[in-house]
Protein backbone atom coordinates (compact mmCIF):
# COMPACT_ATOMS: atom_id res chain seq x y z
CA UNK A 1 0.00 0.00 0.00
CA UNK A 2 1.53 3.08 -1.02
CA UNK A 3 1.39 6.32 0.60
CA UNK A 4 0.09 9.36 -1.76
CA UNK A 5 2.80 12.12 -2.31
CA UNK A 6 0.89 14.63 -0.96
CA UNK A 7 0.33 13.14 2.11
CA UNK A 8 4.05 11.91 2.47
CA UNK A 9 5.20 15.74 1.62
CA UNK A 10 2.74 16.77 4.51
CA UNK A 11 4.11 14.29 6.96
CA UNK A 12 7.96 15.03 5.92
CA UNK A 13 7.18 19.20 7.18
CA UNK A 14 5.34 18.09 10.38
CA UNK A 15 8.50 15.85 11.38
CA UNK A 16 11.04 18.20 10.04
CA UNK A 17 8.95 20.77 12.39
CA UNK A 18 9.33 18.88 15.52
CA UNK A 19 12.53 17.21 15.51
CA UNK A 20 14.46 19.86 14.75
CA UNK A 21 13.39 22.40 17.44
CA UNK A 22 13.46 19.34 19.77
CA UNK A 23 16.89 18.46 18.56
CA UNK A 24 18.20 22.12 19.39
CA UNK A 25 16.37 22.62 22.31
CA UNK A 26 17.53 18.99 23.85
CA UNK A 27 21.01 20.27 23.27
CA UNK A 28 20.66 23.28 24.14
CA UNK A 29 19.56 22.23 27.59
CA UNK A 30 22.49 20.17 28.19
CA UNK A 31 25.03 22.55 26.80
CA UNK A 32 24.17 24.67 29.38
CA UNK A 33 24.01 22.08 32.24
CA UNK A 34 27.26 21.30 31.52
CA UNK A 35 28.44 24.75 31.13
CA UNK A 36 26.80 25.69 34.76
CA UNK A 37 28.06 22.90 36.04
CA UNK A 38 31.83 23.68 35.21
CA UNK A 39 30.97 27.13 36.45
CA UNK A 40 30.02 26.02 39.78
CA UNK A 41 32.99 23.81 39.90
CA UNK A 42 35.36 27.29 39.00
CA UNK A 43 33.94 29.38 41.73
CA UNK A 44 34.48 26.45 43.84
CA UNK A 45 38.10 25.86 43.07
CA UNK A 46 38.58 29.93 43.43
CA UNK A 47 36.71 30.16 46.53
CA UNK A 48 38.85 27.57 48.13
CA UNK A 49 41.93 28.97 50.12
CA UNK A 50 45.47 28.12 48.39
CA UNK A 51 48.10 25.94 50.25
CA UNK A 52 51.79 27.17 49.69
Same mark, same amino acid.
Given at each position: ???? !???? *???? *? ?6 ? !? ?5 ? %????? #? #? %? %?????? %? ?5 ? !????
Amino acid at each position: MQQA !PVGA *IFVA *IVMFGLYV !PMGYYTD %RFLYD #R #R %R %RKEAEA %RAAAAAE !PKAK
